[in-house]
């Protein structure tokens, strides 16, 4: 019964996105206002529809019903409550399903908020969003459809795969489709701009909260999987540059692009152009994505099953890239606008090179992920490009951004004067050196760090030299500390939000150093009751243990970790076997410090537990990365807070 | 006039050659590597077999060699070709080839248990510490290879042999003069 | 049912494989020469990194070869002869995959000459608006009515 009555519910959400899509269009070319008015109604439709189906689906999870079959593929009678939950999204289908969802509730938001405010650009905005919508609906329906009968309905389900019964499951896609999903509105509407002709600054305005919340969630979502993986897959990093990543990545940094460059073209009413091709390529890119995660073209961790979902996302992406370049290459006389420069030391420069450094690290990141594919199709040699490679590419834009990160926020627009540039840079500028110079004195010798440490004092003084000098100023007028702050929080939200969202990419810059420069670790067995040494940590093997849990069978060992100055601690990392997976899953243990990480992995053990082999390490200021994300998330609802500088 | 038209049709024109490339890769299976070994020298082994007979590639020259990696918790390819083995094995080994099985990455119980469960007649013998799976170049199991008399690699098959694959593979170095 | 008590049967007859690890040949470069190879079973991880068993074998493949006195280049051709090019991490850099190492780079710099025409362009751009607003002399009824608001502002 479920089976049939959700795909019937799937294809009527379908069915109403594409009369949606084109009864919003129509009503523009037809000047018929009762034509929107009946898309809006549709777009109401399809969540509805796309409600009911999410729910139907939990519902047939939640009563072991495996006549569905992507229920029965991916739970079990023993999976826990809460994951039989999240187990909607956690293949293929079910992840589609999440995704369309969320698009049709931004569609939502958007017709609340735009269609008595943007009459002109609304019912296109309005089309292209259930435009995407529907091809979304289209793969739920034909490719890869959430509903498919499973015909015998087996005993058991085959379970959820282990590496996805975590609370890391549970947010990363969540965040990271939230932040897809979301570029889908300044998509949206850079499209009605083109179409309508209106290619002005209108909709960078209106699009400018979308596009960081988008960005937001992308970069929450990154850092959740790391943390995932730094948790969970038992190898101790949280960033292979694997190609999934990357495509998760690409998008990141042209939409950081793009959040930059925006602010160029509302001051200066230039880039026009670029912006719109900035938007379209971030849009793209998220496509290309989700092309590369399900279509199996290129191997990868993450990537789900193959089959002809490939086709339908390449044929889509085949037609936005077109159509989209295609109404740009159109309109293109419409966006010249003369720039004017009148000295390359100003802010202008600074955003046109922070442009430079994120595009080139995207053309890189991206080349290096097709370039397996180029290898065979022109040699038929394939070839791996990992992390080794990107780490190298990558370092000389990423530090270029981080001073651009500094110089940017505080350089003059048009011409920086030597008095500007004086007052401002001359002592973050002392101190990014002395500070680096001072880590070489104490020991520290590694060029790239040193660099780094460098570059962020730089940043960070640069930021906090400009703070006190504001907040300097309001407090000559009466206010405390405090109220000063306050006051300059909230009237200049957006500045200080920048600085903060800055800040948090700081903490992240030097837990990336850090981790990568100073962990250390080691493989070694240990016999029962011995020890291994590693900086300083002492961990011994006490015993191993073995239980039997709803879904698993678990051996877990037992280790004291101990250094001089905390209380010794009880290990415990374990070896899981799910009977549907081929091998053991590690289970990772872990104490986390703000500066250091214990990290223990169990590999073989025997079976007196007599002796068994770990991997232990030490990994430094990995919890920066997770501390930056929540600085992120302050400058972030900083950023889009209502403005108060002009009156209501 | 013309030139400002090509330009302006450039710009969606230039996202085509991506796109060929993308659709290229549905042709293309990430997961199969191909194998640097074919034509050259097969890598010496030796093995002691479950039986606690040594088994050696030197000791096996002059003969065809099918070496067939596997593991008993590969489900369900190593389930499915076990039995073509067998038959193959019969067939042919009054006619000067040997088929020699190594377990990978098992425990000595589970292989055992696997060994009785198809009745396999003919060697097999663990592989500890990989050695032999790595000299051989394998990413998974189950694969296959065939060795001439000469002991040079002819051919590699990954996934489950079936019958003819087994036929064709044998048959053509077994006919080849000495 | 019985699917758990076999895979907990499984857990400990997979224990039978440990091994008493052997002296380390320097650590380190043991682990510098796995991070630059592929793990064969697992997706873009490194055998350093890697926590399967099939890495596990390739490390010590590593040390045991090092042991014999092998250098790391002829540790990684070892691994080049059996499984091809794609085992190592990044691409050899000769010959066609040059264009990996190079493009980066190339892409930057074209980014950098683009960047800058455009820059040199708003400069001049901007010279020339200014040129264009240099100030006009004013005209004798212009200078009147000037005079005319100056005083009118005076008086009040």
Redesign the interface.
């Known amino acids: 019964m479920i089976p049939e009555l959700g795909y019937a519910i799937t294809a009527t959400a379908l069915l109403m996105a594409v009369w949606g899509a084109g009864a919003a269009a129509g009503s523009v070319r037809a000047g018929r206002p009762a034509l929107l008015l009946s898309a809006e109604r549709a777009a109401v439709g399809a969540w509805l529809g796309l409600t009911l189906a999410m729910l139907l689906l939990v519902y047939a999870f939640l009563t072991f019903d495996f006549s569905v079959r992507y229920v029965a593929l991916n739970t079990n009678r023993?999976t826990p409550f809460y994951y039989r939950i999240t187990a909607l999204w956690g293949a293929l289908e079910g992840s589609i399903v999440l995704w369309a969802w969320m698009l049709a509730l931004y569609t939502l938001i958007a017709v609340r908020r735009y269609r008595r405010r943007q009459p002109e650009l609304y019912p296109w905005v309005l089309a292209v969003l259930l435009g995407v919508l529907a091809f979304f609906l289209l793969v739920m329906t034909v490719p890869a459809p959430p509903f498919e009968r499973l015909h015998p309905v087996p005993a058991d389900g085959r379970g959820l795969n282990p590496l996805l019964e975590d609370s890391g499951m549970i947010t990363h896609p969540v965040a990271l489709y939230l932040g897809f999903t979301g570029f889908t509105v300044p998509f949206a509407f850079a499209m009605a701009a083109l179409v309508t002709g209106r290619t002005g600054e209108e909709w960078i305005a209106i699009t400018r909260r979308w596009t960081i919340v988008a960005w937001y969630f992308l970069s929450l979502g990154l850092l959740i999987g790391g943390w995932w993986s730094y948790h969970v897959?038992?190898?101790?990093?949280y960033w292979?540059?694997?190609?999934v990543e990357n495509a998760a990545f690409m998008p990141w940094l042209t939409g950081t692009a793009f959040l930059h460059s925006v602010m160029i073209q509302e001051r200066r009413r230039i880039l026009r152009l670029w912006n719109l091709t900035l938007v379209i390529l971030t849009f793209g890119l998220t496509l290309f994505g989700t092309?590369l995660t399900r279509?199996?073209?290129?191997?990868?961790?993450h990537?789900f099953t193959q089959g002809a979902i490939?086709?339908f996302f390449?044929g889509f992406?085949?037609l936005v890239?077109?159509?989209a370049?295609?109404l740009?290459?159109?309109r293109?006389d419409r966006l010249r606008a003369?720039?004017?420069?009148?000295?390359?030391l100003s802010r202008?420069?600074m955003f046109?090179?922070n442009n430079?450094f994120l595009?080139?690290a995207t053309?890189?990141v991206f080349?290096?992920t097709?370039?397996?594919?180029?290898?065979?199709?022109?040699?038929g040699?394939?070839?791996?490009?990992?992390?080794?490679?990107f780490n190298?590419?990558n370092i000389?834009?990423f530090l270029g951004l981080l001073l651009l990160m500094g110089v940017g926020p505080l350089i003059a627009w048009r011409r920086a004067s030597w008095d500007n540039l004086r007052r401002n840079f001359v002592i973050p500028v002392a101190a990014g050196g002395g500070a680096a110079l001072l880590a070489r004195a104490l020991g520290l010798g590694n060029l790239l760090v040193l660099t780094c440490l460098a570059l962020v004092v730089f940043v960070a003084g640069a930021m906090t030299l400009d703070y006190v000098r504001a907040v300097g100023a309001r407090r000559r007028s009466g206010d405390g500390w405090g109220a000063a702050t306050w006051g300059l929080l909230r009237r200049q939200n957006r500045r200080y939000g920048g600085f903060v969202v800055h800040l948090g990419v700081l903490v992240i810059a030097l837990g990336v150093a850090g981790s990568q420069a100073w962990s250390v670790?080691?493989?070694?067995?240990v016999k029962r009751g011995e020890h291994v040494e590693l900086a300083g940590y002492r961990v011994r093997f006490e015993r191993l243990t073995?239980s039997?849990e709803s879904?698993?069978?678990?051996?877990t060992g037992v280790f004291t970790v101990a250094n001089g100055n905390m209380r010794p601690a009880t290990l415990l990392p374990a070896?899981k076997?799910?009977?549907q997976e081929?091998?053991?899953i590690?289970y990772v243990d872990y104490r986390l410090g703000l500066i250091e990480d214990v990290y223990l992995?169990l590999?073989?053990?025997?079976?007196d537990g007599s002796?068994?082999?770990i991997?232990l390490q030490v990994n430094r200021l990995v919890s920066w990365l997770w501390i930056g994300g929540l600085v992120l998330t302050l400058g972030t609802v900083l950023a889009i807070l209502p403005d108060r500088r002009r009156p209501a | 006039m013309t030139a400002r038209v090509a330009l302006r049709a450039g710009i969606p024109l230039a996202v085509v050659p991506l796109l060929l490339l993308l659709a290229y890769g549905f042709r293309t299976d990430p997961r199969a590597i191909p194998t640097p070994l074919i034509g050259k020298p097969a890598a010496p082994f030796s093995l002691t077999t479950f039986a606690g007979e040594p088994v050696s590639l030197d000791g096996l020259r002059g003969r065809v060699v099918v070496l067939n990696f596997w593991a008993s918790w590969c489900v369900p390819a190593c389930y499915d070709e076990a039995p073509v083995l067998e038959r193959g094995w019969r067939a042919w080994r009054d006619r000067g080839v040997t088929l020699v099985g190594v377990n990978i990455q098992d425990t000595e119980d589970a292989a055992r248990q696997f060994l009785a469960r198809f009745d396999h007649t003919f060697p097999n013998a663990p592989d500890l510490g990989g050695r032999v799976s790595v000299d051989y170049g394998v990413y998974g199991v189950p694969e296959t290879f065939f060795i001439d008399r000469a002991g040079r690699v002819r051919a590699k098959h990954v996934g489950a042999v079936t019958d003819q694959v087994f036929e064709r593979h044998v048959r053509a170095l077994a006919e080849e003069p000495s | 049912m019985s699917r758990r008590r076999r895979a907990l049967a499984a857990a400990w007859l997979l224990a039978g494989a440990a091994t008493v690890g052997a002296a380390p040949v320097a650590e380190e470069t043991v682990q510098a020469i796995a991070a630059q190879l592929r793990c064969v079973v697992c997706q873009n991880l490194s055998v350093a990194d890697s926590p399967s068993e099939t890495a596990n074998q390739m490390r010590g493949i590593i040390r045991e070869r090092l042991a014999r006195g092998e250098t790391p280049d002829q540790v990684r051709a070892y691994f080049v002869e059996r499984y091809g090019t794609w085992i190592l991490l990044e691409p050899p850099r000769q010959g066609f995959n040059l264009v990996v190492w190079v493009a980066p780079f190339a892409a930057l710099a074209l980014g950098l000459a683009l960047v800058a025409g455009v820059m040199w362009r708003w400069r001049r751009a901007s010279d020339r608006s200014r040129a264009a607003a240099a100030p006009r002399p004013v005209d004798e009824a212009g200078r009147e009515r000037l005079r005319r608001e100056l005083a009118d502002l005076d008086a009040r």
């Open positions: 023993g897959l038992g190898w101790g990093g292979a540059w694997d190609p092309f279509s199996g073209i290129i191997g990868s961790v990537a490939g086709h390449l992406l085949a890239l077109l159509g370049f295609s740009l290459a159109w293109v003369q720039g004017e420069l009148d000295s390359l202008e420069s046109l090179l430079l595009v080139a053309f890189t080349f290096g097709v370039f397996p594919l180029l290898s065979e199709a022109v040699r040699v394939k070839v791996s490009v990992g992390a080794p490679y190298l590419v000389p834009v670790q080691t493989e070694t067995t073995a039997e879904n698993h069978a678990k051996v070896k076997f799910y009977p081929q091998s053991p590690a992995v590999g073989d053990f025997a079976r002796h068994a082999t991997r």
